[in-house]
Nanobody, 118 residues
Framework: QVQLVESGGGLVQPGGSLRLSCAAS????????MGWYRQAPGKQRELVAS???????NYVDAVKGRFTISRDNAKNTVYLQMNSLKVEDTAVYYC????????????WGQGTQVTVSS
């Protein structure tokens, strides 16, 4: 089993910043990808940012230039630095880890609430 523990969510004013962290532990052998998804009320879960084992990163267009994903391989931890936050960034943010063991296995954190409001 793999456990993902997220932290860093909270309430922030528009234009503010937050940093999310996700620490992975357990039966980790070969991480393929770590990433952040978000789900706003009444909307589908969407990919926000991902980072592959080789370091390649991807962002959804809505956060490009404002969010930065990074990873500490030694700690099996992924971070999401969120700057210039907007009201529309309000959502529950979920950490995801994919590892390949013959086939792909996907794991999810419990989610952390990010609320952007004045």
């Amino acid at each position: 089993q793999v456990q993902l523990v997220e932290s860093g969510g909270g309430l922030v004013q528009p234009g503010g910043s937050l940093r999310l962290s996700c620490a992975a532990s357990g039966s980790i052998f070969s991480i393929h990808t770590m990433g952040w998804y978000r789900q706003a009320p009444g909307k589908q879960r969407e990919l926000v940012a991902s980072i592959f084992s080789g370091g390649t990163v991807n962002y959804v267009d809505a956060v490009k230039g404002r969010f930065t994903i990074s990873r500490d391989n030694a700690k099996n931890t992924v971070y999401l630095q969120m700057n210039s936050l907007k009201v529309e960034d309000t959502a529950v943010y979920y950490c995801n880890l994919v590892q390949i063991l013959g086939r792909a296995f996907s794991y999810w954190g419990q989610g952390t609430q990010v609320t952007v409001s004045s």
